[in-house]
T-cell receptor, first 115, second 116 residues
Framework: NAGVTQTPKFQVLKTGQSMTLQCAQD?????MSWYRQDPGMGLRLIHY???????DQGEVPNGYNVSRSTTEDFPLRLLSAAPSQTSVYFC??????????????FGEGSWLTVV | AQSVAQPEDQVNVAEGNPLTVKCTYS??????LFWYVQYPNRGLQFLLK??????LVKGSYGFEAEFNKSQTSFHLKKPSALVSDSALYFC??????????????FGKGTHLIIQP
């Protein structure tokens, strides 16, 4: 019962480098999203997707790209890493619409440090 | 716009005592409310949610929460705390009528520390 799987768990990047955080879910959920967690700020939405081929911006989208070519996968790309993107990143998924009462399930997180 | 407030950064409770982690919310309509727990270096785990019906919701690990519409609160409670309950707790609200790109807004989190 894998649920939401994120890779890598830990990553150190140099400023200006690009990378992709991978996210996969095996629950056939339509809705997927990426959050970042910073101390004292809770979780903030970066991008989300309501189904394959459909993505949209959240609260803090700058510096990040996403795509949703399949229902299962929702990768997050950092285009040119900056120290301000040092954070913990969480992928999440749920069934049905974004305004539903369905439970959102989170991955284990990806700890990213940009030096 | 919807919002969630967790007024305490940290709550300290002796093991065996009851615990309460506070959460208040603001939405335009009837809310969907969630509690999640995060252990060190781990993801968020779902504890419980309120969608409709009984105001007292029971969840995982003996936790419960009471929805109070007049006070716009959804406090998390447990009758007898365990040291293993020590973690970071997040309250979240979803406005089923809209209000934001995702409709899900998190509080800033409350560190719960259970002292042996």
């Amino acid at each position: 019962n894998a649920g939401v799987t994120q890779t890598p768990k830990f990553q150190v990047l140099k400023t200006g480098q690009s990378m992709t955080l991978q996210c996969a879910q095996d629950m056939n959920h339509e809705y997927m999203s990426w959050y970042r967690q910073d101390p004292g700020m809770g979780l903030r939405l970066i991008h989300y997707s309501v189904g394959a081929g459909i993505t949209d911006q959240g609260e803090v989208p700058n510096g990040y790209n996403v795509s949703r070519s399949t229902t299962e996968d929702f990768p997050l790309r950092l285009l040119s890493a900056a120290p301000s993107q040092t954070s913990v990143y969480f992928c999440a998924s749920s069934s049905a619409g974004r305004f539903s009462g369905n439970t959102i399930y989170f991955g284990e997180g990806s700890w990213l440090t940009v030096v | 716009a919807q919002s969630v407030a967790q007024p305490e950064d940290q709550v300290n409770v002796a093991e065996g005592n009851p615990l309460t982690v506070k959460c208040t919310y603001s939405v335009s309509g009837n809310p969907y409310l969630f509690w999640y727990v995060q252990y060190p270096n781990r993801g968020l785990q779902f504890l419980l949610k309120y969608i409709t019906g009984d105001n007292l919701v029971k969840g995982s690990y003996g936790f419960e929460a009471e929805f109070n519409k007049s006070q716009t609160s959804f406090h998390l409670k447990k009758p007898s705390a365990l040291v293993s309950d020590s973690a970071l707790y997040f309250c979240a609200v979803r406005d089923p009528g809209g209000g934001g790109a995702d409709g899900l807004t998190f509080g800033k989190g409350t560190h719960l520390i259970i002292q042996p």
